[in-house]
């Protein structure tokens, strides 16, 4: 499933967020209080939703964090897994960017599967 989950304590910026999306990319978004990692697709939270999930993240290459420029929040994200990060008054666009290129992260095989030229998956029979 396409979706994008939306876990924003700001509904202002939740709500303008999701009218972008809406318009720009047209997947199924989700305004939610607490994503639900099992679930695929993107996942956009701010502090407050990242403190509510486990230490622990299922594909932290999907999220997208909307957060304050401050070292201890940047660490957080850091050990967590957390490649994609927002701060708080940069331009929504600048969001956009990030959830699809979060996206195209999300469409690619988690990195386990071996692809490379030395791996089954990267020979191709002539």
């Known amino acids: 499933m396409n979706t994008i989950q939306l876990a924003i304590s ?9 009218e972008l999306l809406m318009r720009s990319v047209e997947p199924e978004v989700w305004v939610v209080e607490i ?5 695929e697709g993107v996942v956009v ?3 407050r939703a990242l403190n509510c999930l486990p230490s622990t993240l299922i594909r932290p290459e999907r999220i997208v964090l909307i957060t ?3 070292p ?20 929504i ?7 699809m ?4 992260r999300a469409s690619k095989p988690s990195r386990g599967v071996a692809t490379g030229p030395g791996s089954e998956a990267g020979r191709h029979k002539f």
């Not at 201890?72 to 331009?91: C, Q, R």
């Open 72 to 91: 201890h929040l940047l660490a957080k994200a850091w050990e967590a897994g957390i490649t994609s990060v927002v701060f708080e008054n940069e331009p």
């Open 35 to 39: 994503p639900d990692m099992n679930l």
């Open 10 to 18: 700001n509904t202002a910026y939740a709500t303008a967020l999701r």
């Open 93 to 99: 666009s600048t969001a956009l960017l990030a959830i």
């Open 68 to 70: 304050q420029n401050e």
């Open 101 to 104: 290129a979060a996206r195209l």
């Open 45 to 47: 939270l701010d502090t």
